[in-house]
Protein backbone atom coordinates (compact mmCIF):
# COMPACT_ATOMS: atom_id res chain seq x y z
CA UNK A 1 0.00 0.00 0.00
CA UNK A 2 2.86 2.24 0.94
CA UNK A 3 3.24 2.87 -3.23
CA UNK A 4 -0.37 4.67 -3.57
CA UNK A 5 0.33 6.95 -0.56
CA UNK A 6 2.85 10.33 -0.47
CA UNK A 7 6.00 9.72 0.32
CA UNK A 8 8.42 12.35 1.66
CA UNK A 9 12.33 11.82 0.85
CA UNK A 10 14.41 14.70 2.12
CA UNK A 11 14.58 16.96 5.06
CA UNK A 12 13.66 20.15 3.50
CA UNK A 13 10.35 18.51 2.24
CA UNK A 14 9.26 17.62 5.54
CA UNK A 15 10.08 21.10 7.03
CA UNK A 16 8.00 22.33 4.02
CA UNK A 17 4.99 20.38 4.49
CA UNK A 18 5.44 20.84 8.57
CA UNK A 19 4.72 24.66 7.67
CA UNK A 20 2.25 24.41 4.87
CA UNK A 21 -0.05 21.78 5.87
CA UNK A 22 -2.71 24.09 7.78
CA UNK A 23 -6.12 23.34 9.60
CA UNK A 24 -5.43 19.68 9.19
CA UNK A 25 -3.92 16.99 11.34
CA UNK A 26 -0.30 16.51 9.69
CA UNK A 27 0.11 12.15 9.91
CA UNK A 28 4.02 11.34 9.33
CA UNK A 29 4.74 7.43 9.53
CA UNK A 30 8.51 6.50 9.81
CA UNK A 31 9.34 3.22 8.66
CA UNK A 32 10.48 1.00 6.21
CA UNK A 33 8.61 -0.17 2.92
CA UNK A 34 9.67 -3.48 2.94
CA UNK A 35 8.66 -4.12 7.21
CA UNK A 36 5.64 -6.19 8.07
CA UNK A 37 4.91 -3.63 10.95
CA UNK A 38 4.77 -0.90 8.37
CA UNK A 39 3.17 -2.52 5.96
CA UNK A 40 0.00 -3.58 8.32
CA UNK A 41 0.28 -0.05 9.76
CA UNK A 42 0.09 1.73 5.72
CA UNK A 43 -2.71 -0.51 5.05
CA UNK A 44 -4.53 1.24 7.81
CA UNK A 45 -3.32 4.48 7.01
CA UNK A 46 -4.06 4.06 2.94
CA UNK A 47 -7.62 2.81 3.84
CA UNK A 48 -8.85 5.48 5.94
CA UNK A 49 -7.01 8.52 4.32
CA UNK A 50 -10.13 9.50 1.71
CA UNK A 51 -12.34 9.31 5.20
CA UNK A 52 -10.00 11.71 6.85
CA UNK A 53 -9.27 13.67 4.00
CA UNK A 54 -11.50 16.51 5.33
CA UNK A 55 -8.88 16.21 8.61
CA UNK A 56 -5.51 15.22 7.93
CA UNK A 57 -2.48 14.88 5.20
CA UNK A 58 -1.09 11.71 5.75
CA UNK A 59 2.77 11.08 4.47
CA UNK A 60 5.22 8.36 4.91
CA UNK A 61 8.95 9.08 5.48
CA UNK A 62 11.34 6.58 5.13
CA UNK A 63 13.62 6.45 8.19
CA UNK A 64 17.49 6.02 6.27
CA UNK A 65 15.94 9.01 3.78
CA UNK A 66 15.88 11.52 7.22
CA UNK A 67 18.38 10.36 9.73
CA UNK A 68 18.35 14.08 11.48
CA UNK A 69 14.43 13.31 12.02
CA UNK A 70 14.80 9.98 13.06
CA UNK A 71 17.30 11.03 15.67
CA UNK A 72 15.13 14.04 16.72
CA UNK A 73 12.09 11.88 17.62
CA UNK A 74 14.33 9.71 18.80
CA UNK A 75 13.00 6.57 16.76
CA UNK A 76 14.30 3.38 17.34
CA UNK A 77 11.02 1.29 16.56
CA UNK A 78 9.31 1.22 13.35
CA UNK A 79 6.77 2.37 12.58
CA UNK A 80 6.57 5.65 14.51
CA UNK A 81 3.43 7.45 13.68
CA UNK A 82 3.98 11.67 14.38
CA UNK A 83 1.15 14.18 14.19
CA UNK A 84 1.54 18.14 13.52
CA UNK A 85 -0.96 20.62 13.49
CA UNK A 86 -0.57 23.97 12.01
CA UNK A 87 3.24 23.28 12.03
CA UNK A 88 2.80 22.62 15.91
CA UNK A 89 4.13 19.09 17.47
CA UNK A 90 0.72 17.49 19.05
CA UNK A 91 1.48 14.86 21.96
CA UNK A 92 -0.94 12.29 22.46
CA UNK A 93 -0.65 10.48 26.27
CA UNK A 94 -1.08 6.91 25.48
CA UNK A 95 -0.68 5.53 28.86
CA UNK A 96 3.00 4.52 28.25
CA UNK A 97 6.10 6.48 28.98
CA UNK A 98 6.53 8.21 25.39
CA UNK A 99 3.59 10.88 24.63
CA UNK A 100 5.22 12.37 21.45
CA UNK A 101 4.70 9.58 18.94
CA UNK A 102 2.78 6.15 18.90
CA UNK A 103 5.04 2.91 18.57
CA UNK A 104 4.24 0.28 16.62
CA UNK A 105 1.33 -0.41 14.02
CA UNK A 106 -2.64 0.26 14.97
CA UNK A 107 -4.62 -2.69 15.55
CA UNK A 108 -7.33 -1.29 13.39
CA UNK A 109 -8.69 1.59 10.86
CA UNK A 110 -11.03 2.30 13.55
CA UNK A 111 -8.54 2.84 16.25
CA UNK A 112 -6.55 5.32 14.01
CA UNK A 113 -10.12 7.31 12.97
CA UNK A 114 -10.77 7.69 16.32
CA UNK A 115 -7.32 9.21 17.34
CA UNK A 116 -7.11 11.56 14.27
CA UNK A 117 -10.68 13.22 14.99
CA UNK A 118 -9.24 13.32 19.19
CA UNK A 119 -5.95 14.74 17.72
CA UNK A 120 -8.53 17.36 15.26
CA UNK A 121 -10.69 18.24 17.98
CA UNK A 122 -7.93 19.09 20.84
CA UNK A 123 -5.66 20.80 18.50
CA UNK A 124 -8.76 23.34 17.12
CA UNK A 125 -9.29 24.21 21.12
CA UNK A 126 -5.44 25.23 21.37
CA UNK A 127 -4.18 22.12 23.45
CA UNK A 128 -0.93 20.65 22.63
CA UNK A 129 -1.68 17.41 24.11
CA UNK A 130 -5.05 14.76 23.99
CA UNK A 131 -5.67 11.70 25.85
CA UNK A 132 -5.77 8.86 23.36
CA UNK A 133 -8.99 7.42 22.87
CA UNK A 134 -7.92 3.83 21.86
CA UNK A 135 -8.51 1.23 23.96
CA UNK A 136 -5.10 0.44 26.29
CA UNK A 137 -5.26 -3.44 25.11
CA UNK A 138 -4.58 -1.91 21.42
CA UNK A 139 -1.38 -0.12 22.50
CA UNK A 140 1.87 -1.44 21.42
CA UNK A 141 3.91 -1.90 25.16
CA UNK A 142 7.68 -1.54 24.89
CA UNK A 143 10.08 -0.82 27.22
CA UNK A 144 12.21 2.79 26.81
CA UNK A 145 15.60 2.50 27.68
CA UNK A 146 17.41 5.90 27.60
CA UNK A 147 21.46 5.55 27.14
CA UNK A 148 23.82 7.99 29.25
CA UNK A 149 26.15 9.50 26.46
Not at 29 to 36: A, D, E, I, L, S
Not at 40 to 49: H, M, N, R, V, Y
Not at 120 to 127: D, F, L, N, Q, V
Amino acid sequence: MSYLMKSLVEKKDIDRVIKEVAEKVLVLRFGKVNNPDCMQCDEILFKTSKKLANMADIYLVDIDDVPVYTKYFDISIIPATIFFFNGQHIKVDYGTQDHTKFIGAFASKQDFIDLVEVIYRGAMKGKLIVASPIDARNIPKYDLLYKDI
